[in-house]
């Protein structure tokens, strides 16, 4: 009988294997994704393919294809590519921005705020999301791998609930950056989310749904939390913290731009461009379907192009609430 016993390693992820049983499987995975070049090579370290293993509970072949379906993304959506004055108008109101401080792990930390949300447009609220998820994992310290969220739901009402940003938000989350999540931390969530959080429970993946916490002001147990966590002293008043300073968009930006300079220096430690990449992936048949019969399990199968269509009709609140006939697929975690 094994006396293995799952546990999470020092970056956040869990994993109940031995080191080269760990190291063989990051093996078996570069063997069906083949070899890269440029900034695809550099995106699949052995810490990030230990991710997308770790995601699907270290089944080389689920992780290979969901690994896969991440690199035709990034070829398309180029997210390294993004840069503060592309997305400055979705931050006017810092509806998300990473945090000035860390949790005492040194994960970096994305503040959401969804009463702050200032525009209509799928695309560019996605763009911007994007964009805060690369500048949270280039400011990541080595030994670790995720970040946390802080969602205040001061002054959140229904209008804040939009049905296609949550779908989408979740499905770039789990699909292209999973196990990046360490904790989402719900802070004052009012008595009408209540229903939206029982609704889309069930469909969570446990191991997601066991890193959604909710804490509020007036919980002496969710301040115990929160000084475990963070060195209040840093943290906004919105959160039960000593800083009474208000988003400032202008110091945010120069934060930003500084970051952009750090994330092209890191996208450029390979002298293979962009677009030799590209052809790099596109001819390599180790990214499409093989006729081993192992491997066909994962690469026969075709692989989605997320949609970003804004045109979609917005599903209604209440088609959401429980008693309605509305259906929802089952979530990976994150």
């Not at 969602?151 to 779908?167: A, P, Q």
Request: with cysteine; hydrophobic share 35%.
């Amino acid at each position: 009988m094994s006396t293995s016993v799952t546990k999470s390693t020092p970056n956040g992820l869990e994993n109940s294997l031995k080191p080269e049983e760990e190291r063989n499987k990051i093996d078996e995975m570069r063997k069906l994704i083949g070899p890269l070049s440029g900034k695809l090579a550099l995106y699949c370290s052995d810490a990030s393919i230990s991710r997308y293993l770790a995601a699907q509970s270290w089944n080389v072949k689920k992780a290979a294809k969901m690994l896969k379906a991440s690199l035709k993304w990034r070829l398309d959506f180029m997210p390294e590519e993004i840069r503060w004055d592309d997305v400055a108008s979705e931050a006017e109101t810092g509806k998300i921005y990473r945090s000035n401080y860390k949790d005492k792990h040194g994960r970096p930390v994305l503040v959401m705020r969804p009463r702050c949300q200032n525009t209509k447009s799928l695309e560019g609220q996605m763009k911007y999301l994007v964009y805060c998820l690369e500048n949270a994992v280039v400011n990541l310290p080595e030994d670790q791998e995720q970040m946390i969220w802080l969602i205040d739901f001061h002054g959140f009402t229904l209008s804040n609930l939009s049905i296609k940003v949550t779908k989408e938000t979740a499905h770039i989350l789990e699909d292209y950056y999973p196990e990046r999540l360490g904790i989402a931390i719900l802070y004052d969530p009012p008595k009408i989310f209540e229903p939206f959080w029982k609704l889309a429970k069930p469909f969570l993946d446990p191991k997601t749904a066991s890193k959604v916490h909710f804490m509020y002001s007036d919980d002496p147990n969710s301040k115990k939390m929160m000084e475990e966590m963070f060195d209040m002293s840093l943290v906004e008043s919105a959160f039960g913290g000593d800083d009474k300073a208000d988003f400032d968009v202008n110091k945010y930006a120069e934060r930003m731009r500084v970051d952009d300079k750090k994330l092209s220096s890191f996208w450029k430690k390979d002298d293979n461009s962009a677009s030799n990449a590209q052809l790099t992936v596109t001819a390599d048949p180790s990214l499409e379907p093989t006729n081993s019969d192992s491997d066909s399990e994962v690469l026969d199968e075709k692989v989605e192009k997320p949609s970003l269509d804004v045109d979609e009709e917005e599903s209604s609140i209440e088609e959401t609430l429980p008693g309605s006939n509305s259906t929802n697929a089952n979530v990976k975690a994150v």
